[in-house]
């Protein structure tokens, strides 16, 4: 018996009143007020005194928090109902915020990049600088990295309107979107978020009705799409221009705070296992009763290996196999379910996707998916593992608990593995434990082909988005070569419009949303073997790791941690071994079947 669980977040413990707040408006009214003040003293000319600039810095950091927990509640409000008004309003001020506060930062980084080198580097072997000199450093670095501080905050000005508008726009695609569902004798229109948990339709011939009209969905709605991809790109492109970049990556990898030898290494590594992907991309194919794969396929339970989980189930799961890993990270589990953290109902109206924020003035986060059984239980680990990650840093300066995309999906993973291994050893039938393999197996597909897909995707795109616009005629055809190549020609169909389905490709805070998901994958896979060879010290040993991420790059979090060489293919190779064992063990078990009967390929 599993105990029952609310399935709504609570918000009112932030602000009571959801988007029509009072507390919430004047919260931002005030931060707008001291956000405009600090900015006019960092508008003087003459480079201050280092009391005056330790004045400068508690501040920016208060400044930090305040904005981010006024970020979380304004996408939490936003993504429980975008139908909410109120909410969007909110989030266009909240561009408006979140750039006056860069703007800010800008002019408080031209004036260390204005210390002398000498002076720099005495004032950070004091407080408050020593506890964040690693951040300290980062920036002044990319400060002399950038035009002049004016054309900077020119760009962020024009951004909120331009570059974040048109992704405004997108969402406003994705909100009003409504697909038809057959249920029963009548239509039923279903939003995006909806729609995409029935994709794992068991029985083939309805998925594969169920894909089509997806597909056109997109199909519908893809020159709008299009137009907002297109000019996200080009903004990217003539920031660059101006800053002096002339490479797509170097944004993405200097935000993720890794080298492009680190990216190679690990992409050098993923193509090493494809033989092995391939196969088991085969092996689904003949226990599907078809000769290739369809996009659709990749995730579709076999038949009789489904199990619908219910979230009471899960939560009490998931708290139950986290424990055993370790007992801080079940107990801290236990407390986001029975706080409100999480918004798992299953309702209309909902944006789709999951994913965790934090509210760091509080100490607490907020989890938020759309749950529907089946495959949202490690959803569900997931995002909690994220939540983990931001407690563990809560005790930190406020600059030096902002990780990379990278590493932030290491806690998330590991989560993810520590549900996955658990549920296999718990298997009480040979179904079961093939449907845990075929899950496992998945997310090696999602990681090493679909994510792999996705990165040559945009790495072509921008490429000759420099020389025009580019038509989603055009997009289409990337997108299908670059999931063949990535799928290694194992698929009989491809997902065309998936460029337009996916947005991650629209977000204008982090591009390149794509190959972090492959390293944070590989590299909790490495963790966890870790943890396998020294489960004694390894919570403590986690949770240091964990506290680095956001003060170290990652080829140096590697090192102290783990002494392992992240620019060497090595860890990676070890790290993909144990995705490569799970296959294996699947295509073992399948042998025997595939040899005993003849099945019938379409």
């Not at 919260?27 to 201050?48: I, K, V, Y």
């Not at 509640?73 to 309003?89: P, Y």
């Not at 969905?217 to 299009?226: D, F, K, L, S």
């Not at 076999?302 to 079940?330: H, N, Q, T």
């Amino acid at each position: 018996m599993n105990k029952p669980q609310r399935q709504t977040w609570d918000l009112d413990v932030f602000f009571p009143g959801g988007s029509d707040s009072p507390e919430f408006a004047s919260f931002l009214g005030q931060l707008e007020s001291d956000m405009a003040g600090l900015a006019g003293e960092l508008d003087c000319p003459d480079t201050p005194e280092e009391r005056r600039l330790a004045f400068w810095w508690g501040q920016l950091q208060l400044l930090q928090e305040r904005v981010r927990q006024a970020g979380a509640f304004v996408s939490c409000l936003s993504a429980q109902n975008l139908a909410d008004r109120g909410a969007i309003r909110l989030g266009s001020r909240m561009d408006g915020i979140q750039a006056a506060y860069k703007t800010v930062m800008n002019r408080f980084d031209a004036k260390l990049e204005g210390l002398p080198e000498a002076k720099f580097q005495d004032m950070l072997s004091r407080e408050p600088w020593s506890g964040a000199s690693f951040n300290l450093q980062e920036r002044r670095k990319q400060a002399k990295d950038k035009p002049a501080s004016a054309l900077e905050a020119l760009m962020i000005d024009l951004a909120v309107d331009g570059y974040h508008g048109w992704r405004a726009l997108y969402n406003t695609t994705v909100r009003q979107m409504r697909i038809p569902y057959p249920s029963g004798d009548r239509e039923e229109l279903l939003s995006v978020g909806q729609y995409a948990g029935k994709l794992r339709e068991p029985d083939r011939a309805k998925r594969t009705e169920l894909f089509r009209r997806w597909e056109r969905a997109w199909e519908e709605r893809e020159q709008y799409c299009a137009d907002a991809l297109n000019r996200i790109a080009g903004f990217r492109w003539q920031m660059y221009k101006h800053r002096g970049w002339d490479h797509p990556l170097r944004e993405p990898l200097e935000q993720n705070r890794m080298s492009e030898a680190t990216l190679k290494a690990m992409w050098d590594a993923v193509l090493e296992c494809k033989g092995t992907l391939v196969a088991y991309l085969e092996r689904l194919a003949r226990l599907n009763g078809v000769r290739k794969l369809a996009w659709h396929d990749l995730h579709a339970p076999l038949a009789g290996g489904g199990e619908s989980v219910g979230y009471d189930e899960a939560a009490g799961k998931i708290v139950a196999m986290f424990g055993r890993f370790s007992p801080k990270l079940g107990g801290f589990a236990a407390r986001a379910f029975a706080d409100g953290w999480v918004e798992a109902d299953n309702r209309l109206g909902k944006r789709p996707g999951g994913f965790c924020t934090s509210f760091p003035l509080s100490r607490q986060s907020r989890v938020f998916l759309t749950y529907s059984g089946g495959g949202s239980l490690s959803t569900l680990a997931h995002e909690l593992g994220h939540a983990y990650h931001q407690q563990a840093m809560m005790e930190l300066p406020p600059v030096s608990r902002k990780y990379a995309m990278n590493v932030a999906e290491t806690a998330s993973t590991l989560a993810e593995l520590i549900v996955g291994d658990s549920a296999l050893a718990e298997a009480d039938t040979p179904e079961r434990k093939l449907a845990l393999l075929q899950e496992k197996a998945g997310r090696a597909v999602t990681f090493f082909m679909d994510i792999h897909a996705r990165f040559l995707f945009e790495t072509r795109f921008y490429e000759e988005r420099k020389s025009g616009l580019l038509t989603a005629d055009r997009l289409n055809e990337l997108m299908i070569a670059a999931q063949e190549e990535a799928f290694c020609g194992a698929l009989g169909d491809y997902h065309p419009r998936f460029w337009a389905s996916k947005g991650h490709f629209y977000n204008t805070a982090v591009p390149f949303y794509n190959f972090p998901y492959t390293f944070g994958y590989l590299f909790a896979s490495g963790l966890y073997a870790e943890a396998q060879r020294d489960k004694e010290s390894f919570e403590e040993r986690y949770a240091a790791l964990l506290r680095d991420t956001g003060r170290m790059t990652v080829e140096n979090l590697a090192e102290k941690h783990l002494g392992a060489d992240l620019t060497q293919p090595e860890f990676w190779r070890e790290a993909a071994g144990l995705s490569v064992r799970d296959i294996r063990l699947f295509l073992e078990l399948t042998e025997a079947e595939v040899q005993s009967r003849s099945i019938e390929v379409n």
